[in-house]
C-alpha cells in the first residue's frame, strides 16, 4: 500500500541541488563571509550580522518542498497558505507549478478555514514550515491524498508543551500573533483534550491584563471583549486563569516572552503564595535557537558603532519583524526592507516598513552621511536577496565593493 504521509525528505537532496543555488546563492554573500563579515566600498563599511538569512527548518522546508515536485512531476500538488514568509520563495514554487491554498472570507470578516474543495486523493499537499491547524491536518489526512509536512522541529516542540498543558488541566498562555499561522497551529494543539484552553497575547500590554485579571478578578466581561477573539471559544476569563502555562509563537523576541512568563508568575505567586506557584504555573523558553541566534547576532554587532541597520526580509515574517525591532531598542536607524527592490539608487530613496507598522513609507537621502552599515536579514531571506541588497546600497552611494 502507498505510503500518503512524509515528513522525512525523499532522498532527492542531489537532483534539486543545481536549481536550488541558481534560485538562492549569492557570490558576494560568500565573498563577505570569507573576509570576517565585513565589505568596505569605497566610504561605506558593511558588517553582516554572524547568523542570518535561512535557518535549518526553512531549509529543511524549502528543499522538501523541492524534493516533491521532483518526486511526484506528474501529480498536482498544494501548498496550505505559503512555504515560508519570504515572496521570492513563494514566488519560485509557484513557478513550479505548485498550487498556493488559501483560507477563504468568513462572512463576520474574519480569516476563514483554508479551502481544500478542490483536492482529490490523487494529488499533493505540502504542509508549511509553520504547520497548520490540527483541523486541518485531520481534514486533508480524511481526503486520502498524499500529505508532506515540513513542520519545523522548533515549532513541533512548542506543539509538544501546549498539548502537556491542556492535558494536565493548565490553560496555554502563548505570547505571539494570533492571527499567525503557527500560532494558530500551536493553540489548536489544546483541542486534542476536552478540557484544553488557550489564550494568546501579543504583548506585555495584554500580558498585564491577563496579570490584573488573576489577581483582582476585575472586570472579565471587558477582558473577554479584548482578548476573546484570541481565546479558545467558551473561555472563561476568571476559571480558565486558576491553572497556566506559558508558551510562545517560536520567533517573537526572546527577551519579551521570558518578561511576559516572569510577571505572569509573579502574578500568580502573589494569587495564591510563593509555595503554591508550582501548582498554578509552567512555563519553558520555547523560542527557536535559530531564532535566538539572529537576535543575538544583532545584539552583538551593536556592540561597536552602527550608523544604518539594514533588515532584509518578508514584512510578513514575524522573525524579520523582531529582528528590526530589537535593532531600533537600541537607538539605530533601521530600515526593514523586503529586497533590494525597495532601494532606488539613482533617486537615492528607500521604501521600509517602519517597526509594528503595516504600511511602507518612503525616505530620501536616506544613507545621508552615514559609513557603517549593519546588514541582518530573518530566517526565511535568501542569500541572494541579501547580496542583492549590499549590491544596490553601494549603486546608490556610488562605490564599488573590495575584498
Not at 504521509?5 to 525523499?10: D, E, K, L, N, Q
Not at 486541518?136 to 506543539?159: K, P, Y
Request: with cysteine; glycine share 8%.
Amino acid at each position: 500500500m502507498e505510503s500518503t504521509y512524509f515528513r522525512r525528505g525523499f532522498g532527492l537532496k542531489a537532483e534539486i541541488e543545481g536549481q536550488r543555488a541558481a534560485d538562492y546563492h549569492s557570490g558576494l554573500v560568500d565573498s563577505l563571509r570569507a573576509a570576517g563579515n565585513r565589505l568596505v566600498a569605497g566610504h561605506l563599511t558593511f558588517r553582516l550580522a554572524q547568523e542570518f538569512g535561512f535557518c535549518y527548518g526553512v531549509d529543511r522546508a524549502v528543499d522538501y518542498a523541492y524534493e516533491t515536485r521532483a518526486k511526484f512531476p506528474d501529480r498536482r500538488l498544494f501548498l496550505v497558505g505559503e512555504i515560508i514568509h519570504n515572496p521570492h520563495v513563494n514566488a519560485n514554487l509557484a513557478r513550479m507549478g505548485i498550487i498556493f491554498l488559501h483560507r477563504t472570507p468568513a462572512a463576520s470578516g474574519a480569516t476563514g478555514e483554508f479551502d481544500f474543495s478542490g483536492i482529490t486523493a490523487d494529488d499533493v499537499v505540502i504542509l508549511p514550515a509553520f504547520g497548520v491547524t490540527l483541523h486541518d491536518f485531520e481534514r486533508l489526512r480524511a481526503m486520502g491524498c498524499i500529505v508532506v509536512d515540513t513542520t519545523c522541529g522548533s515549532v513541533l516542540n512548542v506543539w509538544k508543551r501546549v498539548e502537556s498543558y491542556a492535558r494536565d488541566g493548565f490553560t496555554a498562555v502563548i505570547h505571539g500573533k494570533h492571527y499567525h499561522e503557527e500560532t494558530r497551529a500551536t493553540a489548536s494543539q489544546v483541542s486534542r483534550y476536552p478540557q484544553g484552553k488557550f489564550v494568546i497575547v501579543y504583548d506585555m500590554a495584554e500580558a498585564r491584563l491577563i496579570c490584573d485579571q488573576i489577581e483582582h478578578e476585575g472586570d472579565a466581561a471587558r477582558l473577554a471583549g479584548l482578548l476573546g477573539p484570541a481565546a479558545s471559544d467558551g473561555f472563561d476569563f476568571t476559571g480558565d486563569l486558576v491553572r497556566i502555562g506559558v508558551a510562545n509563537q517560536t520567533t517573537m523576541l526572546s527577551g519579551e516572552s521570558l518578561a511576559i512568563a516572569a510577571e505572569l508568575r509573579k502574578s500568580l505567586a502573589r494569587r495564591y503564595g510563593e509555595e503554591h506557584v508550582v501548582e498554578h504555573f509552567r512555563a519553558f523558553d520555547t523560542i527557536c535557537s535559530a531564532t535566538q541566534e539572529r537576535q543575538d547576532a544583532v545584539v552583538q554587532m551593536l556592540e561597536e558603532p552602527i550608523d544604518v541597520m539594514m533588515v532584509i526580509g518578508g514584512y510578513n515574517s514575524s522573525n524579520t519583524c523582531a529582528l528590526a525591532a530589537l535593532a531600533q531598542r537600541h537607538g539605530v536607524r533601521t530600515y526593514h526592507i523586503e529586497d533590494a527592490g525597495n532601494i532606488d539608487a539613482a533617486g537615492r530613496s528607500i521604501r521600509h516598513q517602519p517597526v509594528r507598522s503595516k504600511e511602507e513609507i518612503t525616505d530620501h537621502d536616506w544613507l545621508q552621511s552615514a559609513t557603517v552599515i549593519g546588514i541582518t536579514a530573518g530566517a526565511s531571506t535568501p542569500n541572494n536577496k541579501i547580496g542583492e541588497t549590499v549590491a544596490r546600497v553601494c549603486e546608490t552611494a556610488g562605490v564599488e565593493p573590495t575584498f
